[in-house]
């Protein structure tokens, strides 16, 4: 890690690292094979960057919250071992966001990435868009903790947030950066209807690209992303980065799961590869664990998200939900398959996505996930879609 270290603050230039993630990128084998067995991961570019990365992606935002640091470190030492390259993480994880906790899954992600060879861990992590409530999210950007102030896009927020990143992943670049959700009002987390009443005096979307392109020209960053956006910001930011010269985002990590499958229209031509060749990186792809079926009929497990986090989850856990996750149980019984393992195979079959997020609380649960990554025959697309029209987007809210 001290080496890379060195050899990245001898960097003589923006462009001769670009060389060579790219020489990097190219020599990368299209998988690795697990020591221990079990299904090989492909490896896939991630949209029009230079990465390489692994068709599962290790979501991490339960490190510290659900999870012990103990618990986080097996879980990445057992997803390494299986072929995953690519994590993600946030500055607000873990959740719930807590002023108390925030931080510490990048501080759990960074004490594991000390005993990696940096260069071959592909790092994603998400700035904090514009919110009433999280005052504290900025505070814990420096040390000593700074003045509260609800978060924002502005040059200088996205500047701070992401050095404090690198300081809680102990880094000196991080590979994605993303903005976590929009600095301007949009509907989001089960909502659809755009309401002109919710607007407000938004940042500009030139001057978030002109930081983030700062922090790209510095090293800190090699690519960036977006989050829960849709498919005007994704086209605004792209022609913000076009107007300054700026490279484009590479991804857009959006809700997508089988009762959410709102980008597949519109949005999905826009970031097709023949178009601005952004890939889709599905946050929530079990439905918050709903698809997996342990909430049907009422039930509340201990200890899982739905009874950690009371209300947090309410648009899983209505009528036409368990009636959509009913007919997708039945097919993932006749398909061989458990119902997580359906709802990931469903996000790995659409062409819009290099590398789906999963999400584990054991490594045990981890393992399961990983095995998801098969292809499905088109007998079980065809009854996937079947479901779908009849309960079309169910977790929607309105």
């Not at 505070?139 to 690198?166: F, M, Q």
């Not at 209807?193 to 090293?219: K, M, T």
């Amino acid at each position: 890690h001290s080496a890379h270290a060195n050899s990245c603050a001898c960097r003589a230039s923006m462009a001769s690292f670009c060389v060579t993630a790219k020489a990097m990128a190219s020599a990368a084998s299209p998988a690795m094979a697990p020591p221990s067995g079990g299904r090989v991961l492909k490896r896939v570019r991630l949209g029009d960057s230079s990465l390489q990365v692994s068709e599962a992606c290790l979501g991490t935002m339960t490190f510290g919250q659900q999870n012990t640091e103990a618990d986080a470190h097996a879980q990445l030492a057992y997803a390494w071992e299986r072929g995953v390259n690519f994590l993600d993480t946030a500055e607000i994880y873990p959740v719930m966001p807590m002023r108390e906790t925030q931080g510490r899954t990048s501080e759990y992600v960074g004490r594991w990435l000390r005993g990696m060879r940096r260069e071959d861990v592909v790092v994603a992590s998400k700035v904090s868009g514009r919110s009433v409530g999280l005052a504290w999210v900025p505070a814990n950007r420096v040390v000593p903790r700074g003045e509260e102030e609800n978060p924002k896009l502005d040059r200088k927020s996205i500047r701070l947030a992401v050095e404090g990143e690198l300081r809680r992943l102990q880094t000196d670049y991080i590979d994605l950066i993303q903005l976590h959700w929009p600095d301007r009002y949009v509907p989001s987390f089960g909502r659809q209807q755009y309401d002109p009443s919710n607007e407000w005096e938004a940042i500009p979307f030139e001057e978030q690209v002109a930081a983030i392109q700062e922090l790209i020209d510095e090293g800190k960053i090699r690519h960036w992303g977006l989050s829960n956006e849709t498919t005007y910001g994704v086209m605004q930011h792209c022609m913000a980065a076009d107007k300054l010269g700026a490279q484009r985002p590479v991804t857009v990590q959006n809700q997508f799961s089988l009762v959410h499958r709102l980008f597949e229209s519109e949005l999905a031509e826009a970031c097709a590869p023949s178009n601005l060749n952004i890939g889709l990186l599905p946050w929530s792809a079990l439905a918050g664990g709903a698809l997996t079926g342990k909430y049907l009929n009422g039930a509340m497990p201990e200890g899982a998200r739905f009874s950690q986090f009371e209300g947090r989850y309410d648009r899983f856990n209505t009528p036409r939900m368990e009636n959509a996750i009913k007919g997708y149980l039945k097919i993932a019984e006749e398909a061989g398959l458990t119902p997580a393992q359906l709802g990931y195979a469903f996000c790995r079959s659409r062409w819009y996505i290099p590398s789906t997020i999963v999400g584990a609380t054991s490594v045990e649960q981890l393992k399961e996930n990983l095995e998801s990554f098969v292809d499905l025959d088109e007998d079980i697309l065809k009854a996937i879609d079947e479901v779908h029209i009849q309960f079309r987007n169910p977790s929607l809210t309105d």
